[in-house]
């Protein structure tokens, strides 16, 4: 019976060996398998793959009828083709003959097929294709560490020089651009146009290069679906106080209306801007002046009296020695000393404007006789302009404080209002701050100080601020006119007293001589 058994299982053996040569030979002449390379006949391979598995059929001394063995073959061979059209999970192609062979083998096909269910492996991000950072030009990071301003908006804490210097080139020109950008918008959005035909009518009209690609790149940002204001944030050329009064405008439904509003007081700002500047004409002219006339005293004509001063042999004053000692500097190193001595005039304003070096400087103009009350006058008008606008168009209390402070030049003033700004933040009253904030009277005087205080008891601080804004306008209007002549007879003193400096210096020798050949 054990014999029968056996030549059963090796003519079953057999069977299986011819189908699975014929299965290959149809594989190869269809999808030749190129990763997977059959052992060469006659390796150990192959003999123990061509050996009949005992686990599938077990040999207990029971005989297997035909019936019985046709039917375990039909099993089988069913088997067999399932394992065969069943994709494997790890190569990602159809299984080979071998792999549906091996499968068969009782225990160790079971093994195999749990060897085969291996988990979805997380795909792997190489480096070039992970996320890069976003790469930030080194002018924009040279500031502080960042905070949100009134907007929103993320932004540096203070701009280091070279940013404020970089930003200060790129913009020269440009303010009388971004004026009449915001009045022509305000005109026609009150005349009911779209923004978007607003901006591209601008676009089309303005003669500005630099202006109609800003405007453009407004355009494609507001198409976008970008608010109107971020993207005037965008620019880095318009105020925190500008942005804030656009974005509340737009927010709440009323951006013609606000734009009307900021496109005036722009043009108050500019008017009062205006008027400085014409009041310090004058004395920049005679300053400009007195300094070409001492330049050239000294390099053309005090050489030439220096000799005969030295001719004289006589005992010279100190104003004489000191006139010869700064004409021979002049005169030996003049080319030199010349250029050198404008670039540091140069260098001395560039420094003024954009470093921590304008604290000296704004502190000498606030104390110059007559420049100083019109700075004063000038700054507490800026600042009852931008607090009672920003208040008056919907701008939260404190978001306009920030917006302030962002916007303030002058350094004492910017530090007055950053202190005001942490009284109210833990709850202070406006009277209250200004009584715990040391020499707040100097910065804000006494009379403004009960404004503010009256309009926030009675509910109506944006019209106190406005109404402080505009008194502190005629002011500095009417000091702007009588600014010239406050420093004419000043400035005139100032050249008299160079000039009878120098006459003292070469007159005294030259009577000193003459006196003595008359006593003689």
């Known amino acids: 019976m054990i014999n029968d058994n056996l030549n059963r299982s090796a003519a079953f053996g057999e069977e299986k060996k011819a189908k699975k040569e014929k299965r290959d030979s149809e594989q190869e002449e269809v999808t030749p398998n190129t990763d997977q390379v059959p052992p060469p006949a006659g390796s150990e391979e192959s003999k123990e ?47 080979s003959p071998e792999s549906a062979d091996a499968d068969e083998g009782g225990s160790g096909g079971a093994e195999s097929e749990e060897k085969q269910e291996i988990k979805p492996q997380e795909e792997v991000v190489p480096k070039s294709k992970k996320e890069k950072k976003e790469h930030v030009p080194f002018w924009k990071r040279l500031g502080k560490k960042q905070k949100k301003d009134a907007t929103g908006a993320v932004k540096p804490k203070g701009d280091s020089p070279l940013h404020a210097f970089l930003s200060g080139i790129n913009n020269i020109g440009m303010g009388k651009q971004v004026n009449l950008f915001v ?22 009209e303005t003669r500005s290069k630099p202006m109609k690609k800003m405007v453009g790149r407004i355009i494609g940002s507001v198409e976008n679906g970008t608010p109107f204001w971020r993207a005037m944030e965008e620019q880095h050329l318009f105020t925190p106080y500008d942005l804030a009064m656009v974005r509340i405008g737009e927010e709440a439904g009323n951006l013609a209306r606000n734009i009307q509003y900021l496109a005036e007081q722009r043009e108050k700002d500019r008017s009062l801007r205006q008027q400085v500047k014409m009041a310090m004409i004058y004395p920049a002219i005679v300053t400009v002046m007195m300094f070409v006339i001492v330049m050239g005293l000294g390099l053309f004509v005090l050489p030439n009296l220096v000799q005969v001063l030295y001719s004289l042999n006589v005992d010279l004053p100190l104003t004489t020695r000191v006139v010869i000692y700064v004409t021979k500097v002049f005169s030996d190193h003049g080319k030199v000393f010349v250029p050198l001595l404008l670039v ?9 404007k954009f470093t921590r070096f304008r604290v000296v400087s704004q502190w000498l103009v606030f104390h110059i006789p007559g420049v ?33 402070v962002d916007v303030t030049q002058v350094i004492s003033y910017k530090n007055f209002y950053a202190q005001l700004l942490e009284h109210v933040k833990v709850g202070d009253t406006f009277s209250k701050g200004f009584g715990q904030i040391k020499g707040s009277e100097r910065i804000l005087p006494v009379s403004v100080q009960q404004l503010i205080v009256a309009g926030e008891r009675s509910g109506s601080l944006s019209q106190s601020l406005l109404q402080i804004s505009t008194i502190y306008e005629k002011k500095a209007s009417e000091t702007a006119q009588a600014l010239p002549v406050i420093l004419e007879p000043i400035l005139l003193l100032v050249i ?13 020798p030259i009577y000193s001589v003459v006196g003595n050949v008359g006593n003689a």
């Open 49 to 95: 793959k061509e050996k009949p598995s005992t686990q599938e059929h077990p040999s207990s001394g029971a005989e297997f009828s035909d019936n019985e063995t046709n039917e375990t073959k039909g099993t089988i061979g069913q088997k067999e083709t399932t394992e065969a059209e069943k994709p494997s999970t790890q190569q990602h192609r159809p299984a």
């Open 183 to 204: 009045q022509s918008s305000a005109t026609m959005l009150n005349a009911g146009l779209p923004l978007l035909d607003v901006l591209k009518v601008f676009q089309m």
């Open 344 to 352: 540091g005039i140069i260098l001395f304003f560039l420094l003024a």
């Open 372 to 404: 100083g009350r019109l700075a004063r006058e000038a700054t507490v008008a800026r600042f009852g302009v931008i607090l009672g606008g920003l208040l008056q168009a919907g701008v939260p209390f404190v978001e306009a404080l920030e917006s302030l």
């Open 496 to 508: 008299g007293a160079l000039v009878a400096a120098i006459a003292f210096a070469i007159i005294v």
